[in-house]
């Protein structure tokens, strides 16, 4: 791994909030082993391993049922190790991918079979080379037969760039970690009240209220996010996602504890309701909805 790269935490702890039966971390990754799926030559970050047996145990640990295992960059558009933990999973994992327009019928049927319901486009230019909007329309015509929809990674000042592209879209598009906000601005800033108008315009966006450990500027205390997160969750409570972010790739102030962040939960969904739906009935609705 990268030598500034900080590794997962090696014992989370036992979170104080019980997760209610069912629940899902609908954002995790798994990477490697590399001896057994090498990680892409042209990523930009190389992680330490961090494999689909690590992410069950992690996911037992929590109280969690369930994963929504998302394609990492580091592994390119090499899906093996994505697609070798959701058969090992079997129904108690859902997969999104990432694909470039190449992909073909057969891969993505093989996929679909696998348990991926999405792909995802990251708009982070530091962590990938961003494909243009018309290659990235192309693969979204591609998957839309399927179902799937679209995960998208972008960074809060790329928001006017982005947001015009979600729309043209017309399908599901699922946003990771709140749009990446500037937690300083505070609520009332400009580019997240831009993201909460996006949200109300266009009813097909959903958002994952995930990563604190990323924004916050106080860590390990995540409470300058949680405003962020509950306003999400309270407003807009049938669109809403939850996950651990587990193992944290590219973290660069801490190590997160995962027990920490399940502690979170509460304060962001306030209520049983609240937390039913963020953990249970959203995610089984986008991702599991063909096996109710």
Not at 56 to 78: K, M, P, W, Y
Request: with cysteine; glycine share 4%.
């Amino acid at each position: 791994m990268d030598k500034d790269y900080l590794p997962f935490h090696p014992n989370p702890s036992k979170p104080a909030f019980e997760v209610p039966k069912g629940a899902v971390d609908a954002h995790c990754h798994v990477f490697g082993p590399a001896v057994q799926f090498p990680y892409s030559p042209k990523r930009k970050y190389t992680p330490c391993d961090a494999s689909k047996d690590q992410l069950f145990a992690l996911r037992d640990s929590l109280g969690f049922e369930r994963n929504v295992i998302v394609q990492a960059s580091c592994h390119g558009t090499d899906n093996t190790a994505l697609i070798d933990a959701l058969n090992t999973a079997g129904d108690l994992a859902r997969g999104i991918a990432f694909v470039d327009e190449n992909v073909t019928d057969e891969e993505l049927a093989m996929m679909d079979k696998a348990g991926v319901r999405g792909v995802r486009f990251n708009f982070v230019k530091r962590l990938v080379d961003t494909a243009p909007k018309s290659v990235l329309k192309t693969i979204a015509d591609k998957v839309r037969p399927l179902g799937w929809h679209i995960v998208v990674y972008f960074e809060a000042q790329d928001i006017d760039e982005v947001a015009p592209f979600l729309d043209e879209l017309d399908m599901t598009v699922v946003v990771d970690h709140m749009g990446r906000p500037n937690i300083a601005a505070g609520l009332e800033g400009q580019n997240f009240a831009k993201f909460v108008a996006m949200l109300e315009r266009n009813p097909n966006i959903w958002t994952k209220v995930s990563c604190p450990e990323r924004l916050t500027q106080t860590p390990p205390d995540y409470s300058d996010v949680v405003p962020f997160a509950k306003a999400l969750v309270e407003k807009f409570p049938t669109r809403v996602l939850w996950g651990t972010d587990w193992p944290h790739p590219n973290m660069k102030s801490h190590t997160p504890d995962d027990g920490h962040l399940v502690d979170v939960i509460p304060q962001i969904a306030p209520t049983p309701e609240l937390q039913k739906a963020l953990l249970i009935t959203n995610p089984m609705k986008l991702y599991w909805s063909e096996s109710e």
